[in-house]
């Protein structure tokens, strides 16, 4: 519910999302790319499963008049990170009601020109990150430049190496990108290929859902790809 928080303080306060093709990355319920169709002009919802697909399908059906957006511009889509990206073309079967989460070639392009990502709650086991990050950085090499906002919550376990409660899962998730600060406005060329990131201070962002507690583990970032 943070991303979401964020995603609407930015289109109450400023225009950086009005018109942009969005993308929300395992999206579970749709939320944020729900509130992100206020202001785009295009939006990806993804997950994987004909189950939490057709949620989400519902949710943007329920939505849609409340929120004030337009049902056509919001595409509910399957993205398996298994498949990393570019996820195959298919084609809608009548027989199949799948089917009409499969991506068309042209919506691939499309969604290689989003300029901006959203992941919430995605790092929870290792060996999902290395997926989503492998699919990440797929998509962030192509087409567009492109900003990756990601919200996560530390989890902790006790770790029989260092006898001790450690975030483990954490520690995986910093290893994907260079952590620095104000990222986003460097023209920096000693960098090296890959994702750089940015820790973004929680007091900017205003809490309008009252239904979750922001605890001290909750982060959110913004991820940038750095190009060769």
């Known amino acids: 519910m943070l991303l979401t928080d964020f995603v609407l303080h930015k289109s109450f306060t400023s225009s950086e999302f009005d018109g942009v093709t969005a993308m929300e990355i395992g999206a579970g319920t749709g939320l944020v790319g729900l509130a992100q169709a206020r202001a785009a002009g295009r939006v990806f919802i993804t997950d994987r499963g004909t189950d939490i697909l057709d949620n989400c399908l519902a949710n943007v059906r329920l939505n ?45 392009k499309e969604a290689e020109q989003a300029t901006m990502l959203f992941a919430a709650d ?83 962002v205003p809490q309008y859902i009252r239904e979750y507690n922001r605890g001290k583990d909750l982060e959110m970032w913004k991820l940038m790809y750095w190009p060769d």
């Not at 008049?65 to 195959?88: N, T």
């Not at 290792?126 to 492998?134: A, G, R, S």
């Not at 520690?171 to 820790?199: I, M, R, W, Y």
Request: proline fraction near 4%; charge should be negative.
């Open 64 to 108: 849609s008049s409340m929120l004030k957006f337009d049902e056509a511009k919001v595409h509910v889509r399957e993205l398996d990170w298994k498949m990393s990206w570019p996820p195959p073309v298919g084609t809608h079967d009548a027989s199949d009601p799948s089917s009409i989460y499969s991506w068309s070639a042209s919506e691939i």
């Open 122 to 204: 995605v790092i929870y086991s290792d060996d999902l990150t290395d997926l989503f990050f492998d699919t990440v950085r797929q998509l962030m090499s192509r087409g567009a430049k492109k900003v990756l906002y990601l919200t996560l919550e530390k989890r902790y376990n006790f770790s029989l190496d260092e006898l001790d409660v450690v975030a483990n899962g954490y520690k995986h998730f910093q290893s994907f990108f260079v952590a620095q600060d104000g990222c986003g406005g460097q023209e920096n060329s000693t960098l090296k290929p890959g994702l750089v990131g940015e820790q973004i201070d929680l007091a900017s």
